[in-house]
């Protein structure tokens, strides 16, 4: 009977000490959470730290730094706005020709911003002025630049375009978003494109898809041309800045405040030496990205001090379309083309063909 109730006595005993320890951890558990402890942090450190110590092993600091890393810090996306656009930022080439323009040394290199969808203007091209690769013993190559193609069908027309690029080895495509508000980004690209893949080359023309370009008499026009600082085209000076909302080209005076834009190369189509990419890229990080890219462009030189210059013939860069003849077409550079014009395939087969352009010096279709 003694036995028994010393067994009892014991058995009440662990019983005690038993819920005893369980209240204890649940206190400590309440107070930890109460203290708002990081258990999982305790955890990684501390028991690493136990362990290591039993163990005999220096691997405290590196479980620790992977334990508890540095908390990443998010960059927010901020939207540039209505007026300026996402850039500098390092955009990737999808479709690119890295060596060809430092194989063949061009003196002269056509860029020509166009649509991904828009294969008919890139046909047209290529069948015409782009075609021309020796112009008075000066190599010319073509390129097209493209951006990134949204919405239905954009993973079909990839597929078309890198077959494209296979077959004419003329595209490059970087991975923003082509539309209109982004060809400031467009132009930029072009500029560390020249600048990292063409700089042997001497000049480069940035030209639109839907202009008539005389190759022969700009590369006229360069071989007497300034070798660096030059830039030309159709040179506006004096431009209003746009404040009426519905323009197609509004800048609100927070973006830009003056009046008047500085001197500027009409985007239609515009020359420049090919030092200048690495200096426009430069001052693209001291100057606001604006949307337009052609007064973008004008914002850059005058944050360089480099005006853009006339060219020497004020016919030569046309941006009213000039109607086509034969001597009208022989004595310029570039014009935008009628809307309503006769096939530009005819017109450059008429303008190639044989024979005097102008007949004593006249005008004649
Ligand atoms: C580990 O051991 C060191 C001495 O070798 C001691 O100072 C330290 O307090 C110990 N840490 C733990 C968590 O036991
Ligand atoms: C862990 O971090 C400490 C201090 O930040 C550093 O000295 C140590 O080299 C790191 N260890 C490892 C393995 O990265
Ligand atoms: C311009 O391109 C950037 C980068 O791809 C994109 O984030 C932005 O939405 C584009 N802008 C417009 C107006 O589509």
């Known amino acids: 009977m003694k036995t028994n109730r010393s067994e009892d006595v014991q058995q009440d005993k662990t019983m005690i000490q038993k819920r005893l320890i369980q209240f204890l951890f649940l206190v400590v558990l309440i107070l930890l959470i109460f203290l708002d402890v990081d258990l999982r942090h305790l955890a990684f450190t501390w028991i690493p730290k136990i362990i290591s110590n039993a163990t005999g092993a220096s691997q405290v600091s590196e479980i620790e730094n992977i334990s508890t890393p540095e908390p990443p810090t998010p960059v927010p996306y901020v939207s540039p706005g209505l007026y300026l656009v996402e850039y500098p930022y390092k955009y990737r080439f999808l479709i690119n020709e890295p060596k060809k323009c430092e194989e063949q040394k061009p003196f002269l290199v056509l860029m020509v911003p166009v649509a991904p969808h828009n294969r008919a203007h890139r046909h047209i091209i290529r069948s015409t002025w782009g075609g ?5 013993g000066k190599v010319v190559k073509l390129f097209f630049l493209l951006g990134l193609q949204a919405g239905e069908g954009a993973e079909r027309l990839q597929g078309q375009l890198l077959q494209e690029s296979k077959e004419h080895q003329d595209l490059i495509q970087s991975d923003f978003l082509d539309c209109y508000k982004n060809l400031t980004i467009k132009t930029m690209v072009m500029l560390e494109w020249l600048d990292s893949h063409c700089s042997g080359a001497s000049y480069a023309m940035k030209i639109d898809s839907d202009m008539f370009l005389n190759v022969p008499n700009l590369v006229g026009m360069l071989v007497n041309a300034p070798k660096t600082n030059y830039m030309t085209g159709l040179v506006a000076r004096g431009s209003a800045v746009l404040r009426d909302r519905k323009s ?6 927070e973006i830009y405040s003056h009046s008047q834009y500085p001197r500027y190369a009409l985007g239609l189509g515009y020359v420049l030496s090919l030092d200048l990419p690495k200096k426009l890229v430069e001052a693209s990080r001291h100057v606001k990205a604006l949307y337009i890219e052609d007064v973008y462009l004008g914002l850059c030189m005058e944050y360089l001090g480099i005006p853009p210059t006339d060219p020497p013939s004020w016919g030569y860069f046309n941006v009213f379309p000039v109607p086509y003849s034969r001597c009208g077409y022989s004595r ?23 024979g005097l352009h102008c007949v004593n010096g006249q005008i004649h279709t």
């Open 132 to 136: 021309e690769s020796s112009v008075q």
């Open 248 to 253: 197609k080209w509004y800048v609100p005076v």
């Open 332 to 354: 310029l550079i570039a014009t935008t083309t009628p809307e309503n014009n006769v096939n530009p395939l005819w017109v450059w087969k008429d303008f190639k063909r044989p």
